[in-house]
């Protein structure tokens, strides 16, 4: 199985404070800063799905791909990229995470392939419990491309919700430990912001 990392950053540049807010400071480090290394300890291949102009991210030195579908269709349409790019140059499977949540597990691509393949599941996505409650995380998944055509025309069809799509084809859920942080926690607001920093400060 070959596979490529796709961050997925939005087809709506989300903004803090004028910027991407995946580009807002955590200690030294931007979040992307922070997601790309994390990743790149997984996977040697890596591209962003981004609109609007790739230069803003040219510090990165990763491919930077547009969705591929016109109009707004939220993640579902970064997931539909990435299988795309990874078709063009022969991936089997993608690896997604997003781009505002920077302390997803470093195990992320492990756990997902190994506990996925034992069901010989197309589509595995993490999820964790809160309060003894299920809470999946569907944007950290890892998906087969054989499903790109079937994903792009439930996109066309309206389809906007990943865990519906993805329940489809009978997902396979990942549960992965909290331990003391939800790791898949992402930052949203100027608080988020601060309790990352914290987060970053306690290591």
Same mark, same amino acid.
């Given at each position: 199985?070959?596979?490529?990392?796709?961050? $997925?950053?939005?087809?709506?540049?989300?903004?803090?404070?004028?910027?991407?807010?995946?580009?807002? /400071?955590?200690?030294?480090?931007?979040?992307?800063?922070?997601?790309?290394?994390?990743?790149?300890?997984?996977?040697?291949? %890596?591209?962003?799905?981004?609109?609007?102009?790739?230069? #803003?991210?040219?510090?990165?030195? %990763?491919?930077?791909?547009?969705? !591929?579908?016109?109009?707004?269709?939220?993640? $579902?349409?970064?997931?539909?990229?990435?299988?795309?790019?990874?078709?063009?140059?022969?991936?089997?499977?993608?690896?997604?995470?997003?781009?505002?949540?920077?302390?997803?597990?470093?195990?992320?691509? !492990?756990?997902?392939?190994?506990?996925?393949?034992?069901?010989?599941?197309?589509?595995?996505?993490?999820? !964790? /419990?809160? @309060?003894?409650?299920?809470? #999946?995380?569907?944007?950290?998944?890892?998906?087969?491309?054989?499903?790109?055509?079937?994903?792009?025309?439930?996109?066309?069809?309206?389809? #906007? /919700?990943?865990?519906?799509?993805?329940?489809?084809?009978?997902?396979?859920?990942?549960?992965?430990? !909290?331990?003391?942080?939800?790791?898949?926690?992402?930052? @949203?607001?100027?608080?988020?912001?601060?309790?990352?920093?914290?987060?970053?400060?306690?290591?």
């Amino acid at each position: 199985m070959s596979i490529l990392g796709v961050i $997925l950053a939005g087809g709506q540049a989300r903004r803090m404070d004028g910027i991407d807010k995946c580009r807002l /400071k955590i200690g030294d480090n931007t979040i992307l800063d922070i997601v790309v290394n994390c990743l790149s300890l997984q996977l040697e291949t %890596i591209v962003l799905n981004a609109n609007g102009d790739p230069e #803003r991210f040219s510090d990165l030195e %990763i491919d930077v791909i547009p969705d !591929t579908i016109q109009g707004y269709a939220g993640p $579902l349409a970064g997931i539909l990229s990435g299988m795309r790019f990874a078709e063009k140059n022969g991936f089997t499977s993608i690896l997604t995470v997003a781009s505002d949540t920077p302390f997803f597990p470093l195990n992320l691509l !492990t756990k997902l392939l190994d506990e996925g393949s034992n069901e010989n599941s197309l589509i595995s996505i993490a999820a !964790t /419990k809160q @309060n003894n409650k299920l809470i #999946r995380h569907p944007t950290f998944g890892l998906w087969s491309v054989s499903l790109a055509d079937d994903l792009e025309e439930n996109i066309h069809a309206g389809v #906007r /919700k990943i865990v519906l799509w993805a329940d489809k084809h009978s997902a396979k859920t990942i549960l992965f430990p !909290t331990l003391k942080n939800d790791p898949f926690f992402n930052i @949203n607001t100027h608080s988020d912001l601060v309790e990352a920093q914290q987060r970053i400060g306690a290591f």
